[in-house]
């Protein structure tokens, strides 16, 4: 049994998880890429899902920062991002997205791979407490795991899926039970249906970032 939702206990996350995705590190790359085109000036920043703290690393490192907010539902995850954090303006929190205590107060909110564990019921409120915590003209900005929009199109882009992480070292084993999990642990939709639920929860413009694999780059301004 793991300490946090994801695939991996929190000692051995940032290993496995760049095993499990194509690409890990450009997520957060053009997340920070994005950030400083919307953005001309410092920034307050929330970081839900934060796990061990990968997107505060690269945002301290690329982007003028105010407030800085790591905020995770684990207290394994989030002992670990306390360790590899101790910048001034950094604060962690350990709620669950769907209980954020937030209002009008981020400039950007970040999820990566986070939305994708709830069902589209529960996803949609915790959008919507994400838009509730940014500030006017601020930026949601989540990647995650979707849903391919045939069967046929699951069964081939789940096969590359596991095929990818068995050149990055993982045994067969490790990769069937990591794509065992799709539709049991976590719960993807279509990039149209997350879109869709964006827009219902206010956003004013919805757009899609970054595509490859199984894995999309959303993003919303308030």
Request: charged fraction near 25%.
């Amino acid at each position: 049994m793991h300490d946090n939702k994801s695939a991996f206990a929190s000692y051995e996350y940032d290993v496995k998880i760049k095993q499990t995705f194509p690409y890990y590190d450009d997520f957060f790359e053009q997340i920070t890429d994005l950030v400083k085109t919307v953005f001309d000036h410092p920034v307050s920043w929330l970081d839900v899902g934060c796990g061990t703290g990968k997107m505060g690393e690269v945002a301290h490192r690329n982007v003028e920062l105010e407030r800085f907010v790591f905020s995770d539902a684990s207290e394994g995850m989030m002992s670990v991002a306390k360790k590899n954090h101790s910048c001034p303006q950094d604060e962690f929190l350990v709620c669950d997205v769907l209980d954020l205590p937030y209002k009008d107060e981020f400039n950007v909110i970040t999820a990566v791979q986070v939305f994708h564990f709830f069902h589209v019921q529960d996803r949609q409120k915790a959008l919507k407490r994400c838009y509730e915590a940014l500030k006017e003209d601020g930026l949601l900005i989540t990647f995650e795991n979707f849903a391919p929009f045939t069967k046929i199109g699951q069964t081939i882009d789940l096969k590359k899926w596991k095929e990818f992480q068995m050149r990055q070292g993982k045994t067969l084993e490790e990769a069937n039970q990591h794509i065992d999990r799709y539709g049991k642990a976590y719960f993807p939709v279509t990039i149209e249906e997350h879109l869709k639920l964006m827009r219902e929860c206010g956003f004013k413009v919805v757009e899609i970032l970054w595509v490859s694999n199984m894995q999309v780059g959303l993003w919303g301004l308030k």
